[in-house]
């Protein structure tokens, strides 16, 4: 029977019957405002639902419970949902997104929201009782039709899976054949031509959702995922190098709350062209509003960092390290070409001991924050999470007052309740501070930078640390032109982008001093370009920048923020291009993996009028000597087209400004 059009809020849904088995189950339908996708909702001793495109059927979700309850549906009712968002710091100033809702009501105190997008479908459970609520666990299966393509990353550690920094290249695979290894979000499955992510947004006070692959195909051949969810911490301890904290022994639940609350969204993003992927805005969207105010102290900007070329600082007079003489020097740096940051990284105190509030001897601290403030640059100063928490206010209070821009938190490599509630409880108590932070070792974002604007960056992917420590078998280029059709929907990335010191695939070599980056110095270059990275790093030494100021000049001119964003073309694991607007200039950036590609693209998206045009482009001999790169000053109109060349494991960056 076909259901009501969705013209009404909150209108009572019409049921129908139909056969599942020996019994009968009610089924409610919804669609996406478009249309094209439908979801079935039932209930048959526990609830499921299916998810067609355009009449196929490509994901069901055959049992979803929390706390593995049977609830019985009591109410159902359908509205619309429309919402327009303001966005600082995201990959656009503002957008609009609408679904159509339903709205169960179950027995026990429990309901569930399930909305449909034009790009995917969110649900989530929530509680009415006003009382303690302690969640058992939480059931989630995800059947996929066939033996379906997936991208997936897998936990770095065997023992302890759900411990871990969340950093992994993904292993592409038919379901049949993945590992069995946990898997951490966001994870994409491939049905025909349409591909499936699995995220979440608004976790709040809740463990993060990880899957498992079940290996053989399940009956009526399917591949199927299922949730799996580090338990409440029952005891900590500490590691001695970093006075990092570690879950020692868990308890038998999963969650405990108290009164009302909502649980976190369960998002399938739906993509049917590649290009749509990176500009998924769902998780941003269901993620809760500000929660703290004002924004207009937040800057975004560029950093001058350390830690990544090992202080390895050339022709200066003094012993570079860390001390007070090498900070002065990155703040001049970072005065002349422009970066709004500093980050001073692990050193500055004793880390071993865990020591934050006393900076080393070697570190004037106050004398570095009195010198960039007078050169309007930001000190963000590196700490591990627990150890912030363990000081939280104190140390807001003195390094706030001393005139710090922030804190880099780093090593949560956790995302069970606690470990959570931690990360919310530090983003607050910054915010009331006006401090900014830079979330590290932390799982892929969920929206709380929505709610919490003073985040800026976040990790969570396998950024350029990992060429400090690399095989040569790792592919660097197809892992940069994979990750942000995937961990990109889920929000910013602090990749660290910036090397100056470019490798072929033939000649790259590992060295940790002195690290080199896989593929050419523009692939480096569009980084700037193709990350949503609102806070980011130019990661290699100031003395390397000073020897190629043309360059150097290049990156630091472009924008952090954006007003609008574009992938005009793409195809995960091959190459993407990037087109991003602030204000009346363009930006465009290119990556491509291993392989050398010409591509052509349209200019369309230009306004009236003609545009200075400079191009940062692989040079001739980009092949061999992966640092050889070329600017090029042309003049070009919307109704242009351009080719470009792009040399094995290559980029490029174009910067468009109105004439």
Not at 141 to 160: H, I, M, V
Not at 316 to 329: C, E, K, Q, R, S
Not at 457 to 477: I, L, S
């Amino acid at each position: 029977m076909q259901k009501s059009k969705l013209y009404f809020c909150f209108i009572q849904m019409l049921i129908v019957w139909s056969g599942m088995g020996e019994c009968f189950a009610a089924n409610y339908t919804v669609k996406s405002p478009n249309g094209r996708i439908v979801v079935n909702l039932g209930e048959n001793s526990q609830l499921f639902f299916s998810v067609k495109m355009d009449g196929r059927t490509i994901v069901e979700v055959p049992t979803l419970s929390l706390d593995a309850k049977t609830y019985g549906i009591s109410s159902v009712q359908q509205s619309t949902v429309k919402d327009d968002i303001e966005a600082p710091l995201y990959r656009q100033k503002s957008f609009t997104v609408r679904a159509n809702q339903l709205d169960v009501k179950l027995h026990y105190g429990f309901g569930l929201q399930l909305r449909v997008y034009n790009d995917g479908v969110a649900y989530r459970f929530y509680t009415t009782n006003r009382g303690t609520t302690v969640i058992n666990g939480e059931v989630a299966t995800f059947q996929f039709p066939g033996d379906a393509k997936a991208w997936l990353a897998y936990s770095t550690n065997d023992q302890q899976p759900y411990a871990m920094a969340f950093q992994n290249v993904y292993h592409e695979t038919k379901l049949s054949e993945a590992r069995n290894k946990m898997i951490f979000l966001p994870a994409t499955i491939e049905v025909d031509d349409v591909k499936v992510t699995i995220l979440e947004s608004d976790l709040r006070s809740y463990p993060g959702m990880f899957l498992k692959a079940e290996g053989a195909l399940s009956a009526g051949n399917r591949g199927m995922l299922t949730a799996r969810f580090a338990h409440y911490p029952k005891e900590m301890d500490y590691y001695k190098w970093r006075g990092m904290s570690y879950v020692k022994k868990s308890e038998f639940f999963i969650a405990k709350s108290e009164g009302v609350r909502t649980y976190p969204w369960r998002v399938l993003a739906i993509s049917t062209r590649d290009a749509d992927m990176p500009v998924n805005n769902l998780v941003y969207a269901l993620a809760e509003p500000n929660k703290i105010g004002d924004t207009s102290w937040i800057k975004p900007g560029k950093a001058a960092w350390d830690w990544w070329h090992d202080w390895n600082l050339r022709g200066v007079p003094f012993v570079a390290g860390i001390n007070t003489d090498t900070y002065l020097y990155y703040i001049d740096f970072a005065a002349r070409y422009g970066l709004e940051y500093i980050v001073i990284d692990e050193g500055w105190y004793n880390s071993e001991k865990g020591d934050l509030m006393n900076p080393i001897p070697e570190m004037d601290l106050r004398r570095i924050i009195r010198y960039a403030r007078q050169k309007g640059i930001g000190v963000v100063l590196w700490t591990v999470f627990n150890v912030l928490d363990e000081h939280l206010r104190e140390a807001c209070i003195k390094y706030g007052t001393m005139g710090i821009a922030g804190f880099k938190v780093d090593f949560l490599d956790r995302n069970d309740q606690t470990a959570v509630e931690m990360a919310e409880r530090i983003a607050a108590q910054c915010a009331k501070y006006h401090l900014i932070l830079d979330y590290h070792g932390f799982y892929a974002p969920t929206g709380m930078s929505r709610t919490y604007p003073n985040i800026v960056n976040y990790e969570g992917v396998f950024g350029m640390e990992e060429c400090r420590w690399a095989q040569k078998t790792t592919d660097m280029p197809r892992y940069d032109v994979t990750f942000p059709f995937i961990r990109m929907m889920a929000g910013q990335v602090d990749f660290t982008p910036g090397a100056m010191r470019n490798g072929t695939r033939d000649n790259w070599v590992e060295c940790y001093q002195n690290p080199v980056s896989m593929g050419t110095r523009c692939h480096q270059a569009a980084c700037y370009v193709v990350h949503d990275s609102p806070f980011t790093m130019l990661c290699d030494a100031p003395t390397s920048y000073e020897r190629e100021p043309e360059f150097t000049q290049m990156i630091a001119q472009i924008p952090t923020v954006w007003d609008e964003t574009r992938v005009l073309k793409g195809k995960i694991g091959e190459y993407i291009i990037t087109a991003r607007r602030k204000g009346d200039v363009w930006y465009v950036g290119g990556q491509t993996d291993w392989i050398s590609r010409a591509v052509t693209m349209s200019l369309s998206f230009l306004g009236n009028g003609s545009y200075k045009t400079t191009l940062l482009v692989d040079g001739i001999n980009a092949n061999h000597n992966a640092e050889d790169f070329r600017i090029v000053q042309e003049m070009h109109k919307s109704s242009d087209f351009l080719t470009i060349k792009m040399a094995s494991g290559g980029g490029f960056v174009i910067r468009l400004q109105k004439e």
